[in-house]
């Protein structure tokens, strides 16, 4: 078999999120945008559903369609994007909740689907969705008494705990919520972890789920496996792959394996990322090919069929560290060529 296997823990994705509700003051929604941060909404969805998890965030309607006909009618499926023109069928058929992010969207949702559940996204200073504080009090009084089902917002900086950034927006949030009896709805991943000021009603984690930072104590999510297609002795002062850039210092094993660029390993993680033959670290050496990737084995007694990129040793932040990108990343961007295996389910 010449592609790489990706392994999914769904037990570790449902204790995640066990880990994430029981520091949660109160209900704890998953968000499943981008097919589950890559890796399959179909499987991840159910597991977190088998755990008790009953609302779930994707960001535009589409995936909210796909996701009901995956996770049936007892789940709250809220859209992020909110109320696009040409939603109104999909919203409708698929019982989907958008989040309106403007006065045009509160419109178009008031006149389209007047009678159908929805959210409202608050800008409290980052700038990217949600209503300014000068709509919201526009149209507060208008919405309000059709009971929105969330009043939420989003923060800018909730990774960098000490980020004045957060208390801003706390502040900002509190004030546009004065008097509104809808539930309140702050925090993803990096705000449960700034505390209990940041719950409010609901909190919405997605990379924590997943194994990602900033949630260091979340079990990990993810193994990829990529097997050795071909191993080959070089000489000292050989090279390996394209631009000639590694050259063998002392006489050398490498070991071709599949999986490149093509599947998500972006050329950029090259300099400083190795590879794992059990716990023994293999150097990636030479650049990242679109579906192969070199690795000097000369260390290994016997290599297997296979090295680990993704492990214990090496999770997806550790990976994006080494590529100047983050965990979410790497993530989302894990190709679609791989076998995935799904355990724990
Ligand atoms: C993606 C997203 C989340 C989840 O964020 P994580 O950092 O992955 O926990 C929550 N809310 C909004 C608005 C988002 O866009």
Redo the contacts with the bound molecule.
């Keep these: 078999m010449g592609t790489g296997r990706l392994t999914v823990d769904l037990g570790a994705i449902a204790a995640n999120w066990r880990a994430l509700d029981a520091m949660s003051a109160g209900e704890t929604a998953a968000?499943v945008?981008a097919d589950a941060?890559g890796l399959g909404a179909e499987r991840v969805v159910p597991r977190l559903m088998k755990e008790g998890c009953r609302t779930f965030?994707v960001?535009v309607a589409e995936e909210g369609a796909r996701l009901r006909s995956i996770a049936g009618p007892d789940a709250r499926i809220c859209v992020?994007g909110g109320h696009m023109e040409g939603d109104t069928d999909l919203l409708r058929n698929a019982a989907l909740i958008p989040?309106l992010n403007s006065p045009a969207q509160a419109a178009r949702h008031l006149s389209a689907l007047p009678d159908a559940p929805f959210g409202v996204?608050l800008d409290t200073g980052m700038n990217?969705?949600g209503m300014e504080a000068a709509d919201w009090a526009d149209l507060r009084a208008e919405l309000l008494p059709r009971d929105p089902v969330l009043v939420?917002?989003?923060l800018a900086c909730?990774?960098e705990p000490n980020h004045g950034m957060n208390g801003q927006q706390l502040h900002a949030f509190r004030d546009m919520v004065q008097g509104v009896h809808a539930p309140l709805?702050l925090?993803?991943?990096?705000?449960?972890l700034l505390g209990r000021d940041y719950h409010f009603d609901l909190s919405?984690?997605?990379?924590?789920?997943?194994g990602?930072a900033?949630?260091t104590a979340a079990e990990p999510v993810v193994r990829l496996a990529l097997p050795i297609i071909q191993e080959r002795a070089v000489a000292e002062g050989e090279t390996v792959g394209y631009g000639n850039i590694w050259k063998a210092k002392r006489p050398s094993k490498i070991a071709t394996v599949s999986a490149g660029y093509a599947d998500g390993l972006i050329r950029a993680i090259g300099r400083s990322t190795v590879l794992y033959h059990d716990a023994q670290a293999c150097p990636l050496v030479g650049r990242v090919s679109m579906d192969l990737i070199t690795v000097d084995v000369t260390d290994l007694e016997a290599t297997g069929a296979a090295l680990d990129i993704l492990c214990a040793d090496q999770g997806v932040d550790d990976l994006a560290i080494a590529a100047g990108t983050i965990g979410?990343e790497i993530l989302t961007s894990l190709g679609p060529r791989y076998a995935r295996d799904y355990v724990g389910a």
């Excluded at 925090?187 to 449960?192: D, L, S, V, Y």
């Excluded at 984690?205 to 997943?210: A, D, F, S």
């Design positions: 968000c945008k941060y965030f960001a992020f989040m996204q990217r969705l939420m917002s989003h909730a990774d709805s925090a993803a991943t990096g705000g449960i919405r984690p997605g990379i924590g789920l997943y990602g900033p949630f979410y």
